[in-house]
């Protein structure tokens, strides 16, 4: 089932029907047995009809399915991240970091973003006007109520800096945390199933409407289980309303991409959906 966030209020999809969930997000997302919880709601909720589903899901409509919760991010959990950062660190003498890390115990786990820093799909994300090198990172992203338990999953892009990060890797909350630094969508899929390792994540990046990157792999890739990463980040931090966890990229455009304002990112993961942003930069901080 799928938990959408919407300006008009809370979707919930289930078995092609849409209820309304009349309460605030953050109440409802953090219990344990938000599965069960929600199909119990179905039996009084009040049901949309496909014209109305239509208009609660249009682009403009769509949140981010997040409120209060923190955005945290695992790295080097794929060996395909373990080599681009030791590739774009060689000059900076970091190279080894990431490869110790990837076999270490302790996983790496940094903060990503408050609430507001995060995009919804169909919503812009920004790159840096002050980094040359930037990428999409799509994440399998968990979502973990305060009592640490994963109670659903969504698509994640940990927009990120590469130039930046390569320069020096102390640098590295800078390369990752700025406005709009993360999309999280389009729904929370709800499950007490786990995601499994045959689940395929996509990335697609269109320029000018032509698709100019297009790879894809699976979940099985990963080299840490998620309840260890979920162990490392709530063994000495709080969550009062839950968190989200990204779960690490597994796919890395080759060395001479980088993003450009306009580009449209197209993240898909198996029974969850599929995420698309456009690339901006801040208006704001525009020179
Ligand atoms: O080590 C830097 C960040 C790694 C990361 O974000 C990832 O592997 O996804
Ligand atoms: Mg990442």
Partial sequence: ??????????????????????QPWDV???????????????????????AEKLEWLAIDTILPPISRQEVWAAGVTYLKSRDARMEESQSSGAASLYDKVYDAARP?????????????????VYIRKDSAWNVPEPELTLFINSKGSIQG???GN????????????????QAKIYEKSAAIGPCLYVSSAHIGGETAI?????????????????VSRIKRSFDELVSY???ECDFSYGCYLMTG????????FTLQVGDEVEISIDKIGTLVNTIALNPKHKP
């Fill in 1 to 22: 089932m799928k938990l959408y966030n919407t300006i008009k209020g809370i979707l919930l999809d289930y078995n092609e029907t849409a209820f309304v969930i009349d």
């Fill in 28 to 50: 409802l997302v953090n219990r344990n047995d938000l599965e069960g919880y929600l199909i119990s709601k179905t039996k009084t909720a009040k049901q949309l009809t496909g």
């Fill in 108 to 124: 790496e786990l940094f903060f990503k973003a408050a609430a507001s820093r995060v995009a919804g799909h169909g919503q812009q």
């Fill in 153 to 155: 999953y969504s698509v």
């Fill in 158 to 173: 940990d927009m990120s800096s590469r130039s930046i990060e390569g320069e020096n890797a102390l640098y590295l909350p």
């Fill in 202 to 218: 996509k990335l697609n990046i269109k320029r000018n409407g032509a698709v100019i990157y297009n790879d894809a792999t699976t």
């Fill in 233 to 235: 980040l709530y063994s």
């Fill in 249 to 256: 990229t597994c796919l890395v455009p080759p060395g001479e």
